[in-house]
């Protein structure tokens, strides 16, 4: 039954993966047509949460049971990494950008060894390692590499949000009084979508651009079809899936698995974009699934077995 529950866990965490590495795909398309890049993320966190809303009402209970939980999904896990990693790609490059955010698994394992002081298998630790080291090589680090120290703190702070990001997701799983994840996803959307609003200032947005349409690999589409995908696809169901990964597998293990988004991104990229994939990115993409193949092969230690209490030899003869 355990078995089966990770495999379901691994299934989901890959579909999460899937999903939110095919937002840049239908986003890009969208903002070469003339939308700015942060009205991208408003439509993208206010649609979810338009899409989810009818919802709220049913999980209401989640205000008064888990309002601190519900506060810190939509702060961090929803705005936090957009707007950090806006930032940061505002400043740096974009492969050093998406590295720097997708330290986040890593940052995990930290938390989760010695801020909540549990044990963190060898293989997710392994696996979290080939991982950076592949995403690295997808991203190629080395090419026009200029550093700004703003820019990689907003990066740092992306993948510390994203970190967070898991945990939020995994708070709770273990007690009586677990938090249904359509809930926390549609709560988190809403705050979200108000901390957005303010950073994006919405009023501001070109609509006709959404009138219009976008040309993804010589195919054109119209921009509501490739809006549609995003708010659907790349955020309502892969924040749902992401979510109940992580309950089934672990925040440490469904971390790793995460870092496939990068790769999806960039072969999609290649796929649909015609942008093109070196030897690098191709080696690159093969360590961050040698990675995430480690992370989740990874078995939890055994405890060890309790010694038999010994008895007093007095009491045991009285």
Request: overall charge neutral; hydrophobic content about 55%.
């Amino acid at each position: 039954m355990q078995a089966s529950g990770k495999n379901a866990g691994l299934g989901l965490a890959l579909l999460s993966a899937f999903a939110f590495g095919g937002s840049g795909v239908a986003a890009k398309p969208l903002i070469e047509a003339g939308l700015d890049p942060l009205h991208m993320v408003w439509f993208r966190v206010a649609g979810a949460a338009l899409v989810l809303s009818p919802l709220a009402w049913r999980h209401r209970d989640l205000v008064r049971r888990k309002p601190a939980l519900l506060a810190g999904f939509g702060l961090v896990a929803v705005a936090g990494v957009q707007a950090f990693y806006f930032a940061s790609l505002s400043r740096i490059p974009v492969g050093v950008a998406l590295l720097l955010e997708y330290l986040g698994p890593a940052l995990l394992l930290g938390w989760i060894r010695f801020v909540q002081r549990k044990p963190v298998t060898k293989g997710a630790a392994a696996g979290a390692a080939v991982a950076v080291v592949g995403l690295a090589c997808v991203v190629e680090i080395w090419a026009g590499l200029s550093l700004d120290l703003l820019g990689v703190l907003f990066g740092i702070a992306a993948a510390c949000c994203q970190a967070f990001y898991f945990i939020f997701a995994d708070q709770g799983a273990d007690g009586d009084d677990v938090p249904d994840p359509l809930g926390v996803i549609v709560y988190g959307m809403i705050v979200g979508t108000l901390v957005v609003t303010v950073i994006a200032r919405p009023w501001e947005i070109d609509w006709q651009v959404l009138a219009g349409q976008a040309s993804v690999g010589g195919t054109t589409l119209p921009a509501p079809v490739l809006l549609g995908w995003v708010v659907l696809i790349a955020t309502v169901f892969a924040y749902l899936t992401g979510v109940v990964s992580v309950r089934k597998l672990s925040p440490q293990v469904a971390g790793v698995v995460a870092c496939l988004e990068a790769v999806v991104a960039t072969v999609l990229a290649w796929i649909l974009l015609g942008e093109h994939l070196s030897t690098w990115q191709i080696v690159g993409g093969g360590l961050v699934l040698g990675g995430a193949f480690i992370a989740q092969s990874s078995r939890p230690a055994a405890p060890a077995p309790a010694e038999p209490a010994v008895l007093d030899r007095e009491t045991t003869t009285a």
